[in-house]
């Protein structure tokens, strides 16, 4: 009895240090699970539907009205540098010609430099638009939404781009002109609705991606388990009846 000792009974309590560290541990892995969730700005639908449409008819409009502006667009730029051109101070016209190039800027050769770099690059810039908005319809039809990149990226320099030279062309150009004025109203409108329709087709592009996330995730959890399934069919359980003893008869 007396060489033998007694177990203590005696319960330490935990220390409130330890508790706090444990407590503070699950909320900084909670906290960090919900910031693994949370998407960034940019990757969030900014619009879930088009006014009087759904976000995929919206987007479908949108292609069809940038081909419209990108060949209107085309049209335009040539125009405005062969008025440039013809409008050219010292340049002499013979023959008969159509309209007169009085709207036509002849001011400082700087600005009309700069106006004929806009066109040039707005001439260029159409026929980009112009190819990518035929490929957005195709791939709005079949929800392709990777193919809907190129347009993102293709309209949304143009359209910046649009803008500034609008801009700058309705300082600098005079606005006593019938010319000017509806050039001017038009690429208000055209620049209001390019945006707003850009933002639907980027809308639209986030939906369809975040649709083939879970469609492949689907798939994979599906072949995940066929293949588990499989394996565990396939495989036998062993038992000792059914294993085969190797040891000589003698010795049994």
Not at 80 to 96: I, N
Not at 229 to 239: F, I, K, V
Request: aromatic fraction near 16%.
């Amino acid at each position: 009895m007396y060489g033998r000792k007694t177990p203590s009974t005696y319960r330490s309590t935990p220390s409130v240090y330890s508790h706090y560290t444990a407590k503070s541990s699950t909320n900084l892995r909670s906290s960090k699970s919900l910031k693994s969730l949370r998407l960034p700005w940019y990757q969030k639908p900014i619009l879930h539907d088009a006014f009087f449409l759904d976000l995929q008819r919206g987007s479908l409009l949108t292609g069809f009205f940038t081909l419209f502006m990108a060949l209107f667009t085309f049209g335009e730029s040539i125009f405005e540098v062969y008025c440039l051109y013809m409008a050219t101070p010292g340049f002499t016209h013979t023959g008969y010609y159509v309209i007169s190039y009085q709207f036509v800027y002849v001011g400082s050769p700087p600005v009309r430099n700069v106006l004929i770099i806009f066109a040039l690059f707005s001439w260029l810039g159409s026929a980009a638009v112009l190819v990518t908005s035929i490929i957005l319809i195709n791939a709005l039809r079949k929800e392709y939404e990777k193919r809907i990149v190129p347009w993102l990226f293709t309209f949304g320099v143009f359209i910046v781009f649009r803008l500034i030279a609008f801009i700058f062309a309705s300082i600098v150009n005079d606005m006593i002109f019938a010319y000017n004025v509806i050039m001017c109203l038009c690429w208000i409108v055209f620049c209001v609705v390019g945006m707003y329709g850009w933002v639907l087709v980027y809308s639209l592009y986030l939906e369809l991606a975040d649709l083939t996330k879970l469609e492949d995730l689907a798939h994979l959890r599906m072949g995940t388990m066929a293949s588990l399934n499989a394996s565990l069919a396939g495989s036998r359980p062993t038992t000792p009846h059914s294993t085969v003893s190797t040891m000589p008869a003698s010795q049994i």
